[in-house]
């Protein structure tokens, strides 16, 4: 009973690893493409690259600008040649004073202001977010932000209307500082779910959810059958059989971005061979329509997959043709059953199991296609061959838009997981089947 | 079902065969054709066979350096996968712990994640620790894709060693441990190696993460150095076919000598015995 114990322990010991590390390279991250997807969030934008939750302020840049700003505003207030715009600054720098004031009023913040200026004087560059950013409340963030906007047009009118010369200049570069000041202040990029709306309405998320659709729909099912047939034929003694194995698992597996660039030269409308021969065939009215058309582009990308993806299911299928006893078509031949009823009745329900976990991950492969279009097409012509993934790829990479991008990866997330439940529910526990053991 | 091989059918596998292998006798025509016969021109053979393009392959890109760095990649992530893998499966499959079909459902929806759901904080973890463009980089997130596939595919083969070889070595007084590591793990090491080659080839494969993480272009992987000899005004069609000929050599003759255990591999997963 002690050993039994033990011996459990040790299992979860062994499990335990593997799984934590899983756990954190997946569920981990799909929590934080959640998250994300509720900010407006981008990496090439600075006042949106970091996710705030409530309102925040830059303090390296704030005390940086704070000192220079107070002592200009002072001197610009002396050196006003009429008592009006001398009183207009003097309310200004007041003003600005009190909102500092409270500033270092909130908990907390006095220390930290306190360091950060002791960096700055010492020239050194803050690394550490939780000290760059403070925390501050949102209402003050929404007044003070509101008085600079107020304070910057104040001076800028000032600046233009005044007939000295020097006083003008200088009053516009304080203005051009309280701008400064304002974009140190960062309120909430938190939007919620509107980056949901935006996408759900969008069209070009549809036409790429419908382009990965067409693409998983036909590729797969063309491959089914004829990755069925080519199991159907070569489940037999032949000479040969090695050649053949081997000649089918190459297409598999080379890189599919090389299979892609190798495809892309054969449709390519001046020197690729399978678009002349599709020419000369009369399949294609001119060479170039493969690559340069959207029809065209989408046959194009089905046949690679299907060239690179039939050879892999012919073999699953074959392995599992290879599962059913001979017997079964024996005693069939002697009841009298033909070709057709021994496969219908026979090979299609004993491989039904098969045919299922072979769909399922063909499906999954396929809904979630980069490489192949990225590399072949890029998604175009006219983002006639974009799918979902190529989609949310350049939204996050290529547009640095963090917040819009996961909301795409979102939404491939979930259809993945409705697609998985739907052949989960058919195959059923088949799929741990042997692998569970006692 | 007729099992005989008649001529037909081998006329057919000739055919088929010629289909599949057809990209890679053309490219592979291509690409010992002088770079100036490449372009409108559809000529099977040339009468001047010529090495030029492959010496532009390799000047114009590193693409050794690519191999390499594929090749450094890829064994990492395989050694990391099978290590965390084999002592996971044979728990999973030997040991009598509970909740196993939820720890397998976990990890068979983990290896169904779709890799864009992940990306971008992955892409951000890696750059705050400054991994970008090195080889961790790339084999922490492909941890990914190969530890479920290993994980999978092992609790298979595990499944098929026989019981009574553990039976008596417990009776003699092994511990578990010592089981494992002296009858189940010499017993199953054809069945690792097998894992370890299909690992082996899916982070050699794996694009996206190479894509994204390794930016600059002495850190870039086969799958992305390729897709990067065309630039924006002309495609170097004779680079490309040398460079597609020299990088499937390797896998070619990977697949050649170990196709039996990778067909054996592949089918593990998916038929049930």
Request: a negative charge.
């Given at each position: 009973?002690?050993?039994?114990l033990?011996?459990k322990?040790?299992?979860?010991?062994m499990?335990?690893p593997?799984?934590?590390?899983?756990?954190l390279?997946?569920?981990?991250?799909?929590?934080?493409?959640?998250?994300n997807?509720?900010?407006?969030?981008r990496?090439?934008?600075?006042?949106?690259?970091?996710?705030f939750?409530?309102?925040?302020?830059?303090?390296?840049?704030?005390?940086?600008?704070?000192?220079?700003?107070?002592?200009?505003?002072?001197?610009?207030?002396?050196?006003?040649?009429?008592?009006d715009?001398?009183?207009?600054?003097?309310?200004?720098?007041?003003?600005?004073?009190?909102?500092?004031?409270?500033?270092?009023?909130?908990?907390?913040?006095?220390?930290?202001y306190?360091?950060?200026?002791?960096?700055?004087?010492?020239?050194?560059?803050?690394?550490?977010?939780?000290?760059?950013?403070a925390s501050?409340?949102?209402?003050?963030?929404?007044?003070?932000?509101a008085?600079?906007?107020?304070?910057?047009?104040?001076?800028?009118?000032?600046?233009?209307n005044?007939e000295?010369?020097?006083?003008?200049?200088?009053a516009?570069?304080?203005?051009?500082?309280?701008?400064?000041?304002?974009t140190?202040?960062i309120?909430?990029?938190f939007?919620g779910f509107?980056?949901y709306?935006r996408?759900?309405?969008?069209?070009?998320?549809?036409?790429?959810?419908?382009?990965?659709?067409l693409?998983?729909?036909?590729?797969?099912?063309?491959e089914?059958?004829?990755?069925?047939?080519?199991a159907?034929?070569?489940?037999r003694?032949?000479?040969?059989?090695?050649?053949?194995?081997?000649?089918?698992?190459?297409?598999?597996?080379i890189?599919?971005?090389?299979a892609?660039?190798?495809?892309?030269?054969?449709?390519?409308?001046?020197?690729?061979?399978?678009?002349?021969?599709f020419?000369?065939?009369?399949?294609?009215?001119?060479a170039?329509?493969?690559?340069?058309?959207?029809?065209?582009?989408?046959?194009?990308?089905?046949?690679?997959?299907?060239?690179?993806?039939?050879?892999?299911?012919a073999?699953?299928?074959?392995?599992?043709?290879?599962?059913i006893?001979?017997?079964?078509?024996?005693?069939?031949?002697?009841?009298?059953?033909?070709k057709?009823?021994?496969?219908w009745?026979?090979?299609?329900?004993?491989?039904?199991?098969?045919i299922?976990v072979?769909?399922?991950?063909?499906?999954?492969?396929?809904f979630?296609?980069?490489?192949l279009?990225?590399?072949?097409t890029?998604?175009?012509?006219?983002?006639?061959?974009?799918?979902?993934?190529?989609?949310?790829?350049?939204t996050?990479?290529?547009?640095?838009?963090?917040?819009?991008?996961?909301?795409?990866?979102?939404?491939?997330?979930?259809?993945?997981?409705i697609?998985?439940?739907?052949?989960i529910?058919?195959?059923?526990?088949?799929?741990f089947a042997g692998?569970?053991?006692? | 079902?007729?099992?005989?091989?008649?001529?037909?059918?081998?006329?057919?596998?000739?055919?088929?065969?010629?289909?599949?292998?057809?990209?890679?006798?053309?490219?592979?025509?291509?690409?010992?054709?002088?770079?100036?016969?490449?372009?409108?021109?559809?000529?099977?053979f040339?009468?001047?066979?010529?090495?030029?393009?492959?010496?532009?392959?390799?000047?114009?890109?590193?693409?050794?350096?690519?191999?390499?760095n594929?090749?450094?990649?890829?064994?990492?992530?395989t050694l990391?996968?099978?290590?965390?893998?084999?002592?996971?499966?044979?728990?999973?499959?030997r040991?009598?712990?509970?909740?196993?079909g939820?720890?397998?459902?976990?990890?068979?929806a983990?290896?169904?994640?779709?890799?864009?759901?992940?990306?971008?904080?992955?892409?951000?973890?890696?750059?705050?620790?400054?991994l970008?463009?090195?080889?961790?980089?790339?084999?922490?997130?492909?941890?990914?894709?190969s530890?479920?596939?290993?994980i999978?595919?092992?609790?298979?083969?595990?499944?098929?060693?026989?019981?009574?070889?553990?039976?008596?070595?417990?009776?003699d007084?092994?511990?578990?441990?010592?089981?494992?590591?002296?009858?189940?793990?010499?017993?199953?090491?054809?069945?690792?190696?097998?894992?370890?080659i299909?690992?082996?080839?899916?982070?050699?494969?794996?694009?996206?993460f190479?894509?994204?993480?390794?930016?600059s272009?002495?850190?870039?992987?086969?799958?992305?150095?390729?897709?990067?000899?065309?630039?924006?005004?002309?495609?170097?069609?004779?680079?490309?076919?040398?460079?597609?000929v020299?990088?499937?050599?390797p896998?070619?003759?990977l697949v050649?000598?170990?196709?039996?255990?990778?067909?054996?591999g592949?089918?593990?997963?998916?038929?049930?015995?």
């Open positions: 009973m002690k050993f039994q033990n011996e322990q040790l299992g979860y010991a499990v335990a593997a799984l934590i590390l899983v756990i390279v997946t569920l981990w991250p799909v929590a934080q493409s959640f998250y997807s509720l900010f407006d969030y990496l090439n934008d600075p006042s949106r690259s970091e996710r939750l409530s309102s925040n302020m830059d303090l390296e840049r704030y005390a940086n600008d704070y000192f220079y700003l107070s002592r200009d505003l002072e001197a610009l207030e002396g050196q006003a040649p009429d008592p715009d001398a009183a207009a600054v003097a309310e200004i720098s007041q003003e600005f004073e009190a909102y500092h004031a409270e500033l270092l009023e909130m908990d907390g913040l006095a220390e930290q306190e360091e950060v200026e002791g960096m700055i004087a010492s020239f050194t560059a803050i690394a550490d977010r939780d000290l760059k950013y501050v409340e949102n209402d003050w963030a929404e007044g003070f932000k008085f600079l906007d107020d304070a910057s047009e104040q001076l800028t009118t000032i600046s233009q005044t000295n010369e020097e006083f003008s200049v200088t516009g570069n304080v203005a051009g500082s309280l701008d400064s000041v304002n140190a202040v309120e909430s990029n939007i509107d980056n709306q996408y759900l309405t969008d069209g070009r998320m549809w036409q790429s959810m419908g382009n990965t659709m693409f998983t729909i036909v590729s797969v099912f063309a089914l059958v004829l990755g069925l047939m080519i159907l034929l070569i489940n003694a032949f000479v040969g059989r090695g050649i053949v194995r081997a000649s089918v698992l190459i297409p598999w597996a890189p599919t971005a090389v892609a660039m190798m495809w892309g030269f054969l449709y390519d409308g001046q020197t690729g061979i399978v678009a002349h021969y020419e000369q065939f009369g399949l294609i009215d001119d170039s329509v493969l690559l340069s058309t959207g029809a065209g582009g989408m046959f194009s990308v089905i046949f690679a997959d299907v060239w690179k993806t039939t050879p892999y299911m073999l699953l299928l074959l392995a599992g043709l290879q599962t006893p001979g017997s079964l078509y024996e005693a069939a031949e002697v009841d009298g059953a033909g057709m009823q021994q496969f009745k026979i090979t299609l329900p004993l491989l039904k199991s098969s299922l072979a769909l399922l991950f063909r499906t999954l492969d396929a979630r296609v980069f490489d279009i990225f590399v072949l890029g998604g175009g012509p006219a983002n006639a061959t974009e799918s979902i993934s190529i989609y949310a790829y350049i996050l990479f290529s547009q640095s838009n963090f917040g819009a991008g996961s909301v795409l990866s979102v939404i491939v997330f979930i259809s993945v997981a697609i998985s439940t739907l052949f529910k058919f195959i059923g526990s088949d799929l692998k569970t053991g006692r | 079902m007729n099992k005989r091989a008649g001529i037909g059918f081998y006329i057919f596998l000739v055919v088929f065969v010629f289909f599949v292998m057809f990209p890679f006798i053309w490219v592979f025509l291509t690409s010992i054709k002088p770079p100036g016969e490449i372009f409108n021109n559809f000529n099977w040339t009468a001047d066979p010529s090495l030029a393009s492959y010496e532009n392959a390799i000047t114009n890109r590193p693409l050794f350096r690519y191999m390499w594929s090749f450094v990649v890829s064994t990492l992530t990391i996968a099978i290590g965390f893998a084999s002592v996971a499966a044979y728990a999973l499959t040991l009598p712990i509970r909740f196993k939820v720890i397998l459902g976990i990890i068979l983990a290896s169904m994640f779709p890799q864009i759901a992940i990306i971008s904080p992955i892409y951000n973890f890696v750059t705050a620790v400054g970008r463009n090195s080889y961790m980089g790339l084999v922490i997130p492909y941890i990914t894709v530890l479920p596939l290993a999978w595919i092992l609790a298979t083969f595990f499944q098929k060693i026989p019981w009574e070889l553990e039976e008596s070595a417990k009776l007084g092994a511990s578990p441990f010592q089981t494992f590591r002296k009858i189940i793990f010499p017993l199953a090491a054809p069945g690792v190696f097998t894992t370890g299909l690992v082996f080839i899916a982070a050699w494969n794996e694009y996206l190479a894509l994204t993480i390794n930016t272009d002495e850190w870039r992987t086969v799958p992305v150095g390729i897709s990067f000899y065309q630039s924006q005004f002309t495609i170097p069609w004779g680079d490309i076919s040398a460079a597609t020299l990088v499937t050599i896998i070619v003759i050649l000598i170990f196709q039996r255990r990778i067909v054996a592949l089918t593990s997963g998916s038929v049930k015995e």
